[in-house]
Structure formats: structure tokens, C-alpha cells
């Protein structure tokens, strides 16, 4: 097993949920893996949820991240989709749970204002500066696997800040 600190970001959908696992070495953050989570849209939600679940087993036994990082959901105008949201949020706080895995929330902004500077910086400029911190010149991951890096890379960035700081 590879030396360093490794983190699990989860981009969290009921149709498709983002992943991204970085490694930290020596305070360089480097992609271990990245992907999408993508549930049977025909099935009910219950049996989506498991599948989600099962999945993020999977990627926790295989790659044994010692920390994870979720998006916070944001208050929607749709109240049935925020329910939603929350489900898919629920089962993958499940999974690392049942690990013991410590988790941190973020909000989208703030993932945004972490690693672009501004908390309303649009998709576009979040992916190349996760393709910028992870030295990776041309990525070809999804856009919910790109999101889930950002969150992976602002855990450990606000993770430094905080033993910097020693709050």
C-alpha cells in the first residue's frame, strides 16, 4: 500500500454520482482514481440507493481512503429534488460510515472560492484547476467525476489550512 493521505470526494446524484480518490504525499495531491456512479433510472429508488451504496463499498475496500468529502446539498426550488439529492447523499454517507471513514461537507461554493478563488466560478474553470492540481494535461473524466476531485482537493486543502491555523 502506497504511503500518504488518501481522500474519497463524492459529487453525490440519485441518477449519477461523481467520485474522485486523491493521494497527498508530502503536501503534492496526486489522482489515485475517478468515475461516475451511475444508478438504474428504471428501478425505484430504494434499489438505486443500493446499488450506490454497494458501489461506494467497492471503491472503499479497493482503495481504503482514511478520509471523504461530500457536497453539501444546496436549497433548490425544487423541494422533490432536494429530497432526492439528500438520499443519494444519505447513502453515501453510509458507506463511509460503515467504514469509519470521517467525512467533511462542503458547499458548492466554497469548493469553488477553495481551489478557483471565487465562489461563482463557473464548472468550466473548477475542472482545469483540478486538471492543474493534479498534473494532469488533458483529462478526459466526466464532469460529476470532476466535481467530486474538486471536493477531494478542497478537503485537503482546508485540512492543511486547519493544522496550519491549529483550528
Same mark, same amino acid.
Given at each position: 500500500?502506497?504511503?500518504?493521505?488518501?481522500?474519497?470526494?463524492?459529487?453525490?446524484?440519485?441518477?449519477?454520482?461523481?467520485?474522485?480518490?486523491?493521494?497527498?504525499?508530502?503536501?503534492?495531491?496526486?489522482?489515485?482514481?475517478?468515475?461516475?456512479?451511475?444508478?438504474?433510472?428504471?428501478?425505484?429508488?430504494?434499489?438505486?440507493?443500493?446499488?450506490?451504496?454497494?458501489?461506494?463499498?467497492?471503491?472503499?475496500?479497493?482503495?481504503?481512503?482514511?478520509?471523504?468529502?461530500?457536497?453539501?446539498?444546496?436549497? !433548490? +426550488?425544487?423541494?422533490?429534488?432536494?429530497?432526492? @439529492? $439528500?438520499? #443519494?447523499?444519505?447513502?453515501?454517507? *453510509?458507506?463511509?460510515?460503515? &467504514?469509519?471513514?470521517?467525512?467533511?461537507?462542503?458547499?458548492? !461554493? +466554497?469548493?469553488?472560492?477553495?481551489?478557483?478563488? @471565487? $465562489?461563482? #466560478?463557473?464548472?468550466?474553470?473548477? *475542472?482545469?484547476?483540478?486538471? &492543474?492540481?493534479?498534473?494532469?494535461?488533458?483529462?478526459?473524466?466526466?464532469?460529476?467525476?470532476?466535481?467530486?476531485?474538486?471536493?477531494?482537493?478542497?478537503?485537503?486543502?482546508?485540512?492543511?489550512?486547519?493544522?496550519?491555523?491549529?483550528?
Amino acid at each position: 500500500m502506497a504511503e500518504g493521505l488518501v481522500v474519497l470526494g463524492l459529487d453525490p446524484g440519485t441518477r449519477v454520482t461523481g467520485y474522485g480518490i486523491v493521494r497527498e504525499l508530502s503536501g503534492k495531491a496526486e489522482l489515485v482514481d475517478t468515475g461516475t456512479i451511475r444508478t438504474p433510472v428504471r428501478e425505484d429508488m430504494a434499489t438505486r440507493m443500493g446499488v450506490l451504496f454497494n458501489r461506494l463499498q467497492e471503491l472503499i475496500r479497493l482503495h481504503a481512503p482514511a478520509e471523504a468529502a461530500i457536497e453539501n446539498v444546496f436549497v !433548490s +426550488k425544487n423541494p422533490s429534488s432536494a429530497l432526492k @439529492l $439528500g438520499q #443519494a447523499r444519505g447513502a453515501c454517507m *453510509a458507506a463511509c460510515a460503515v &467504514h469509519n471513514i470521517p467525512m467533511g461537507e462542503y458547499e458548492p !461554493s +466554497k469548493v469553488k472560492k477553495n481551489l478557483v478563488g @471565487l $465562489g461563482s #466560478a463557473p464548472k468550466s474553470q473548477v *475542472a482545469y484547476m483540478v486538471a &492543474h492540481c493534479l498534473g494532469v494535461k488533458k483529462p478526459d473524466w466526466p464532469e460529476d467525476a470532476s466535481d467530486a476531485l474538486a471536493i477531494a482537493i478542497c478537503h485537503l486543502n482546508e485540512r492543511r489550512m486547519r493544522r496550519l491555523t491549529g483550528v
